[in-house]
């Protein structure tokens, strides 16, 4: 079998989320900063953005990495809403009181490329969280605890943000904290990555 398990893994992105979920699942990687427009096209669905953003991710860095790049891109949605990161304190209030009682998808967009032979696979991975009803004391105490302003949608599922919901649906809940690993291991075992 030929096996491509000798490339580099390199993971387009400096966030320490997907990093440390990477490291999850026991592979040796490098991470690099794509530069990429993340604007959104003219009437393009989140599921279209994400999927050409992770793609665009993993290419901007296959130009000077020989390997196997990984892309990934998310957005949090309600109705035809999309949520992007807050930046500041008072655009995550903002964005909270949206989703207080509100069910948010997630659209999370990943590519793995094989920078050597330029053949990728891409997919969208939804995620659906409910919210609770949040007062304003809580979308404060839950800020100024977690500060997740640079997280779509104004939360970390993985610290705090967790106490903001009724309950999750999805069939990889690691989709929601940005780089679904359900849908990676299978990825990279096309690719002749040996797992675990």
């Known amino acids: 079998m030929n096996t491509t398990t000798s490339l580099p893994i390199v993971l387009a992105s400096t966030s320490p989320f997907r990093k440390e979920l990477l490291q999850r699942i026991g592979i040796t990687f490098e991470t690099a900063a794509p530069e990429v427009d993340e604007s959104p096209l003219a009437n393009e669905t989140p599921a279209a953005l994400v999927k050409r953003l992770s793609e665009a991710k993993a290419r901007a860095i296959g130009k000077s990495f020989q390997g196997l ?94 106490t903001l919901f009724e309950r999750m649906e999805g069939d990889d809940p690691t989709a929601l904290i940005g780089l679904p690993l359900i849908r990676l291991t299978d990825m990279l075992m096309q690719t002749g990555v040996v797992l675990p």
């Open 69 to 162: 790049i990984i892309g990934s891109d998310q957005v949090a949605t309600t109705g035809n809403n999309i949520l992007g990161k807050p930046g500041t304190h008072a655009n995550a209030v903002e964005q909270l009181q949206k989703l207080s009682g509100k069910l948010v998808t997630f659209h999370t967009g990943l590519c793995l490329l094989n920078s050597v032979t330029d053949e990728a696979l891409v997919d969208v991975i939804p995620f659906r969280v409910q919210f609770r009803t949040l007062d304003e004391e809580q979308i404060e105490r839950y800020l100024r605890a977690d500060q997740p302003y640079n997280c779509a949608g104004s939360f970390k599922s993985e610290g705090l943000g967790i």
